[in-house]
Protein backbone atom coordinates (compact mmCIF):
# COMPACT_ATOMS: atom_id res chain seq x y z
CA UNK A 1 0.00 0.00 0.00
CA UNK A 2 1.25 3.13 -0.47
CA UNK A 3 0.02 5.33 2.09
CA UNK A 4 2.57 2.61 4.37
CA UNK A 5 5.47 3.88 5.13
CA UNK A 6 8.44 1.41 4.79
CA UNK A 7 10.36 0.10 8.15
CA UNK A 8 14.03 1.37 8.04
CA UNK A 9 16.61 -0.63 7.78
CA UNK A 10 20.39 -0.96 9.68
CA UNK A 11 20.12 -1.15 13.37
CA UNK A 12 17.73 1.75 13.99
CA UNK A 13 14.99 -0.74 12.73
CA UNK A 14 14.05 -2.83 15.99
CA UNK A 15 13.77 1.01 17.92
CA UNK A 16 11.52 1.92 15.16
CA UNK A 17 9.11 -0.60 16.09
CA UNK A 18 9.24 -1.29 19.67
CA UNK A 19 7.77 0.87 22.11
CA UNK A 20 10.22 2.29 24.81
CA UNK A 21 9.12 2.05 28.35
CA UNK A 22 10.78 3.92 30.68
CA UNK A 23 10.35 3.84 35.24
CA UNK A 24 8.34 6.98 34.56
CA UNK A 25 5.54 5.65 32.11
CA UNK A 26 5.38 2.05 34.37
CA UNK A 27 4.47 3.92 37.43
CA UNK A 28 7.45 3.67 38.86
CA UNK A 29 10.00 5.99 40.88
CA UNK A 30 13.91 4.73 40.82
CA UNK A 31 16.39 5.47 43.95
CA UNK A 32 18.81 7.67 43.48
CA UNK A 33 21.21 5.60 46.25
CA UNK A 34 20.42 1.93 45.58
CA UNK A 35 19.02 2.19 42.15
CA UNK A 36 16.01 0.01 43.44
CA UNK A 37 12.34 1.22 41.30
CA UNK A 38 9.26 1.26 43.69
CA UNK A 39 5.94 2.52 43.18
CA UNK A 40 5.33 6.45 41.99
CA UNK A 41 3.26 6.91 45.38
CA UNK A 42 6.32 5.72 47.99
CA UNK A 43 8.08 8.52 49.57
CA UNK A 44 10.80 6.45 50.63
CA UNK A 45 13.17 3.10 49.89
CA UNK A 46 12.40 0.37 51.53
CA UNK A 47 15.78 -1.07 51.11
CA UNK A 48 18.58 1.62 51.98
CA UNK A 49 15.68 4.64 53.43
CA UNK A 50 16.69 7.44 50.99
CA UNK A 51 13.83 9.65 50.19
CA UNK A 52 12.28 8.78 46.91
CA UNK A 53 12.36 12.11 44.61
CA UNK A 54 10.74 12.26 41.06
CA UNK A 55 13.02 13.52 38.34
CA UNK A 56 12.31 17.09 37.71
CA UNK A 57 14.17 19.55 35.46
CA UNK A 58 13.58 22.47 38.14
CA UNK A 59 16.57 20.40 39.64
CA UNK A 60 19.00 21.33 36.89
CA UNK A 61 18.95 25.21 38.43
CA UNK A 62 21.93 23.47 40.90
CA UNK A 63 23.47 22.10 37.99
CA UNK A 64 23.61 25.34 36.58
CA UNK A 65 24.32 27.26 39.83
CA UNK A 66 27.26 25.21 40.78
CA UNK A 67 28.88 25.17 37.48
CA UNK A 68 28.80 28.89 37.16
CA UNK A 69 30.66 28.86 40.84
CA UNK A 70 33.07 26.95 39.02
CA UNK A 71 33.55 28.73 35.93
CA UNK A 72 33.98 31.59 38.16
CA UNK A 73 36.72 30.56 40.34
CA UNK A 74 38.61 28.54 37.41
CA UNK A 75 39.35 32.05 35.42
CA UNK A 76 41.35 33.16 38.56
CA UNK A 77 42.91 29.59 38.40
CA UNK A 78 44.59 30.56 34.96
CA UNK A 79 45.40 34.25 35.65
CA UNK A 80 46.85 33.79 39.66
CA UNK A 81 50.39 31.61 39.87
CA UNK A 82 49.99 28.07 41.12
CA UNK A 83 52.70 27.59 42.95
CA UNK A 84 55.69 30.24 43.77
CA UNK A 85 59.59 28.98 43.80
CA UNK A 86 62.15 30.68 46.22
CA UNK A 87 65.82 29.52 46.48
CA UNK A 88 69.06 30.96 48.19
CA UNK A 89 69.86 34.38 47.38
CA UNK A 90 67.73 34.48 44.51
CA UNK A 91 69.13 31.97 42.05
CA UNK A 92 67.89 30.97 38.11
CA UNK A 93 64.30 28.88 38.94
CA UNK A 94 63.28 31.38 41.80
CA UNK A 95 59.37 32.92 40.54
CA UNK A 96 56.37 32.29 40.32
CA UNK A 97 54.34 30.20 38.01
CA UNK A 98 50.73 30.23 36.57
CA UNK A 99 49.34 26.73 35.01
CA UNK A 100 50.33 27.45 31.42
CA UNK A 101 53.58 29.34 32.71
CA UNK A 102 54.56 25.73 34.13
CA UNK A 103 53.84 24.02 31.39
CA UNK A 104 55.87 25.66 29.51
CA UNK A 105 58.60 25.78 31.82
CA UNK A 106 58.19 21.93 31.65
CA UNK A 107 58.37 22.20 27.94
CA UNK A 108 61.53 24.16 27.88
CA UNK A 109 63.59 21.49 30.46
CA UNK A 110 62.26 18.86 27.65
CA UNK A 111 59.43 17.15 30.12
CA UNK A 112 56.92 16.82 27.32
CA UNK A 113 55.05 13.69 28.69
CA UNK A 114 54.77 15.35 32.60
CA UNK A 115 53.54 18.42 30.62
CA UNK A 116 51.17 16.96 28.43
CA UNK A 117 49.46 15.49 31.58
CA UNK A 118 49.44 18.86 33.27
CA UNK A 119 47.73 20.88 30.10
CA UNK A 120 45.15 17.99 29.84
CA UNK A 121 44.51 17.63 33.55
CA UNK A 122 44.55 21.27 34.00
CA UNK A 123 43.18 22.37 30.91
CA UNK A 124 41.63 20.39 28.29
CA UNK A 125 39.47 18.76 31.38
CA UNK A 126 37.56 21.49 33.24
CA UNK A 127 36.80 23.09 30.23
CA UNK A 128 35.64 19.78 28.64
CA UNK A 129 33.68 19.10 31.68
CA UNK A 130 31.77 22.26 31.59
CA UNK A 131 30.83 21.85 27.89
CA UNK A 132 29.98 18.26 28.71
CA UNK A 133 28.02 19.27 31.65
CA UNK A 134 26.16 22.61 30.33
CA UNK A 135 25.28 20.13 27.45
CA UNK A 136 23.48 17.28 29.09
CA UNK A 137 21.35 20.32 31.45
CA UNK A 138 19.94 21.81 27.81
CA UNK A 139 19.13 18.74 26.56
CA UNK A 140 17.99 16.75 29.98
CA UNK A 141 14.38 16.05 29.02
CA UNK A 142 14.03 16.71 25.48
CA UNK A 143 12.73 14.82 22.81
CA UNK A 144 15.20 11.97 21.70
CA UNK A 145 16.06 8.60 20.33
CA UNK A 146 17.20 5.78 21.91
CA UNK A 147 20.75 6.17 20.33
CA UNK A 148 20.68 10.05 21.73
CA UNK A 149 19.90 8.45 25.17
CA UNK A 150 22.47 6.42 25.03
CA UNK A 151 25.40 9.08 23.80
CA UNK A 152 24.02 11.16 26.61
CA UNK A 153 24.09 8.77 29.35
CA UNK A 154 27.78 7.98 27.81
CA UNK A 155 29.36 11.68 28.01
CA UNK A 156 27.72 11.30 32.12
CA UNK A 157 29.13 8.79 33.18
CA UNK A 158 32.64 9.81 31.25
CA UNK A 159 32.00 13.65 33.32
CA UNK A 160 31.85 11.57 36.25
CA UNK A 161 34.59 9.06 35.69
CA UNK A 162 37.35 12.11 35.17
CA UNK A 163 36.12 13.94 38.11
CA UNK A 164 38.79 12.65 40.66
CA UNK A 165 41.50 13.03 38.32
CA UNK A 166 41.07 16.77 38.01
CA UNK A 167 43.42 17.37 40.97
CA UNK A 168 46.51 16.37 39.71
CA UNK A 169 47.54 20.04 39.69
CA UNK A 170 46.67 20.65 43.17
CA UNK A 171 48.11 17.55 44.39
CA UNK A 172 51.43 18.25 42.38
CA UNK A 173 51.77 21.41 44.77
CA UNK A 174 50.72 20.13 47.94
CA UNK A 175 53.46 17.49 47.61
CA UNK A 176 56.03 19.86 46.23
CA UNK A 177 55.68 22.51 48.94
CA UNK A 178 55.46 19.44 51.54
CA UNK A 179 59.01 18.00 50.38
CA UNK A 180 61.15 20.98 49.21
CA UNK A 181 61.26 22.83 52.44
CA UNK A 182 64.67 23.10 52.36
CA UNK A 183 64.97 26.46 54.96
CA UNK A 184 66.56 29.41 52.99
CA UNK A 185 67.84 27.17 50.62
CA UNK A 186 65.23 26.10 48.16
CA UNK A 187 61.31 26.16 49.36
CA UNK A 188 57.93 25.82 47.64
CA UNK A 189 54.81 27.04 48.29
CA UNK A 190 50.91 27.33 46.50
CA UNK A 191 49.91 30.15 44.91
CA UNK A 192 46.52 31.65 45.14
CA UNK A 193 45.55 29.56 42.07
CA UNK A 194 45.65 26.25 43.88
CA UNK A 195 43.01 27.39 46.16
CA UNK A 196 40.80 28.81 43.39
CA UNK A 197 41.54 25.50 40.95
CA UNK A 198 40.53 23.33 44.18
CA UNK A 199 37.38 25.26 44.77
CA UNK A 200 36.05 25.35 40.36
CA UNK A 201 36.85 21.22 40.48
CA UNK A 202 34.44 20.67 43.72
CA UNK A 203 31.89 22.93 42.78
CA UNK A 204 32.05 21.18 38.96
CA UNK A 205 32.09 17.50 40.83
CA UNK A 206 28.81 19.20 42.67
CA UNK A 207 27.55 20.24 39.53
CA UNK A 208 27.98 17.07 38.01
CA UNK A 209 26.47 15.10 41.16
CA UNK A 210 23.65 17.45 40.93
CA UNK A 211 22.39 16.20 38.28
CA UNK A 212 19.91 13.73 37.87
CA UNK A 213 20.61 10.63 35.25
CA UNK A 214 16.94 9.58 35.14
CA UNK A 215 16.25 12.94 32.83
CA UNK A 216 18.59 11.10 30.33
CA UNK A 217 15.47 8.57 29.83
CA UNK A 218 12.65 11.21 30.36
CA UNK A 219 12.65 12.50 26.66
CA UNK A 220 12.32 9.05 25.27
CA UNK A 221 8.81 8.72 23.00
CA UNK A 222 6.80 6.19 23.31
CA UNK A 223 8.01 4.61 19.92
CA UNK A 224 10.66 6.19 17.82
CA UNK A 225 9.42 7.15 14.62
CA UNK A 226 11.56 7.93 11.44
CA UNK A 227 10.33 10.58 8.72
Known sequence: MSGV????????????????????????????????????DQDRCARCHAALVRPDRRGL????????????????ANLYPMMSTRTFAGLKGSGEATILGGVMQLIEHGNYDIAIIVFVASVIVP??????????????????TVHDAHLRLKVY????FIGRWSMIDVFVVAILSALVQLGFVASIHPGPAAVCFALSVAFTMLSAQSFDPRLIWRGLPLRTRST
Open 61 to 76: AAVWAWMAAGVIFYIP
Open 5 to 40: APLPDGPDAADAVAPVMTARRAGLVGCRSCGRVWPV
Open 157 to 160: EVVE
Open 127 to 144: IGKFIAIAWLALVAGSPA
